[in-house]
Nanobody, 121 residues
Framework: QVQVAESGGGLVQAGGSLRLSCAAS????????MAWHRQVPGSQREMVAY???????NYADSVKGRFTVSGDSAKNTAYLQMSSLKPEDTAVYYC???????????????WGQGTQVTVSS
């Protein structure tokens, strides 16, 4: 069983910064990628940023230049540094971890419970 836990959300003023953390734990062979998504009530969940095990990153256009995703493989943890926050960044942020149980086996994914980010104007 794999567990994923996000932390670091909170209330911040527009223009401020927050850093989210996503820690994976449990039984797995390797983590292939970790992705941050966000969701506003009544809207679909959208991808914000992801990092692959080789260090490749990708961002949604709406956060490019403001958010930075990074990872610490030794800690099985990914981070999302959010700067120049806007009220429209308000959402529940979820982390999805993609992992393998065996060397050439399929990739599984597990979502965390989410952490609320609220940006006041």
């Amino acid at each position: 069983q794999v567990q994923v836990a996000e932390s670091g959300g909170g209330l911040v003023q527009a223009g401020g910064s927050l850093r989210l953390s996503c820690a994976a734990s449990g039984s797995f062979l390797s983590i292939e990628a970790m992705a941050w998504h966000r969701q506003v009530p009544g809207s679909q969940r959208e991808m914000v940023a992801y990092i692959i095990s080789n260090g490749t990153t990708n961002y949604a256009d709406s956060v490019k230049g403001r958010f930075t995703v990074s990872g610490d493989s030794a800690k099985n943890t990914a981070y999302l540094q959010m700067s120049s926050l806007k009220p429209e960044d308000t959402a529940v942020y979820y982390c999805k971890t993609m992992y393998r149980l065996t060397l050439f086996g399929r990739i599984y994914d597990m979502w965390g419970q989410g952490t609320q980010v609220t940006v006041s104007s």
